[in-house]
């Protein structure tokens, strides 16, 4: 079922996390596997902000030589960097398979990741100026509280609530999906993709890689391809209702926008309330009530329609 949210402040931040954190757990009902966040800060010049997981939270309770096991894949992945010639300007551990890096780097910064994901057990959750993405297992607010979320300013998040139907309950296959390598692209989505391994062969032809099998995961692949051929994220969007088939609601945030798109049969639910400067929206009303509970008016997106907002 799974439950889909997003916001976006106009000309102004916001405590997003801590917003993103009382949406999704109000969807905790439907997706109780696990949760994740994407959320946007104020980019600082020539800093890159990388989160990365070195395991599984089931690996942990292997027993005895764990934790040797996780220091010697920091060090492997730290050595990557300096090889890329990578400053590590700081490094905040926040769980013992899930770290926090903010790195200078002027080389090549895509190979520098395709560099990191070769190493075993190694996984880059997100990499960008703005952009911090961040998945776990468990609800929101325990998601929110471990990563320290309640405190994160910014202009715009999506996030996601996940029942796992087609793929693994593990972080891996948990949403947000960053849109590898497109710099502080993310995505969150609800539905099912009928011709995912279809539309996977073709980017994996082009050199796309895939971390998961998680269907949704393709839509982050797609956008990136889109993006880094130059096409808009409008029209990216728009272009997906033909391309991707099956039934879908899909939330994209770039560095400065976020954009949605429904499917010709618009089974995948999706409330919309709009101001001036703010845009909410949600799987369900409760979640954008969860932070806006005075009486508003919200409405429901048509089939195939498409919507960008710039931040």
């Known amino acids: 079922m799974c439950g889909i949210a997003g916001l976006i402040h106009r000309g102004?931040?916001?405590?997003?996390?801590?917003?993103?954190?009382?949406?999704?757990?109000?969807?905790?009902?439907?997706?109780p596997d696990s949760t994740g966040?994407?959320?946007?800060?104020?980019?600082?010049?020539?800093?890159?902000i990388m989160r990365v997981k070195v395991a599984e939270r089931e690996f942990m309770d292997k027993g005895h030589g764990v934790q040797a096991i996780l220091d010697s894949r920091i060090e492997n992945l730290e050595s990557v960097l300096a090889l890329h010639k990578a400053?590590?300007?700081?490094?905040?551990?926040?769980?013992?398979?899930?770290l926090r890096y903010v790195l200078g780097h002027d080389g090549d910064t895509e190979d520098m990741a395709r560099h990191i994901e070769e190493l075993e057990g190694i996984e880059i959750l997100s990499m960008g100026n703005g952009l911090e993405l961040i998945k776990d297992l468990g609800d929101a607010a325990e998601v929110s509280e471990t990563y320290n979320l309640g405190t994160?300013?910014?202009t715009h998040a999506?996030?996601?609530?996940r029942m796992a139907t087609e793929s693994d309950v593990d972080i891996r296959s948990a949403h947000p999906y960053w849109a590898f390598p497109y710099n502080d692209v993310s995505v969150v989505h609800n539905g099912?993709?009928?011709?995912?391994?279809?539309?996977?062969?073709?980017?994996?032809?082009?050199?796309?890689?895939?971390?998961?099998?998680?269907?949704?995961?393709?839509?982050?692949?797609?956008?990136?391809?889109?993006?880094?051929?130059?096409?808009?994220?409008?029209?990216?969007?728009?272009?997906?209702?033909?391309?991707?088939?099956?039934?879908?609601?899909?939330?994209v945030a770039t560095k400065?926008?976020?954009?949605?798109?429904?499917?010709?049969?618009?089974?995948?639910?999706?409330?919309?309330?709009?101001?001036?400067?703010?845009?909410?929206?949600?799987?369900?009303e409760v979640a954008i009530r969860a932070i806006l509970p005075h009486e508003i008016d919200t409405t429901?997106?048509?089939?195939?329609?498409?919507?960008?907002?710039q931040a």
């Open 300 to 309: 429901d997106p048509y089939d195939e329609e498409v919507r960008v907002w």
């Open 152 to 154: 994160f300013d910014g």
């Open 192 to 251: 099912q993709i009928t011709n995912y391994w279809i539309k996977r062969r073709q980017m994996e032809h082009k050199g796309h890689r895939f971390m998961s099998n998680c269907d949704s995961e393709l839509l982050a692949v797609y956008t990136a391809d889109n993006l880094a051929n130059g096409i808009s994220l409008e029209d990216s969007l728009r272009q997906s209702i033909e391309d991707i088939d099956g039934v879908f609601t899909y939330l």
């Open 158 to 161: 999506i996030g996601h609530t």
């Open 37 to 48: 966040f994407a959320v946007y800060g104020e980019p600082k010049p020539g800093d890159y």
């Open 12 to 31: 102004k931040r916001s405590s997003v996390g801590s917003e993103m954190t009382s949406m999704l757990q109000a969807l905790k009902h439907r997706g």
């Open 87 to 98: 400053e590590v300007r700081a490094k905040e551990t926040v769980t013992p398979y899930a």
């Open 256 to 284: 400065d926008q976020l954009g949605m798109a429904k499917d010709t049969m618009a089974a995948k639910p999706l409330v919309l309330y709009e101001s001036d400067d703010l845009i909410v929206m949600a799987s369900e």
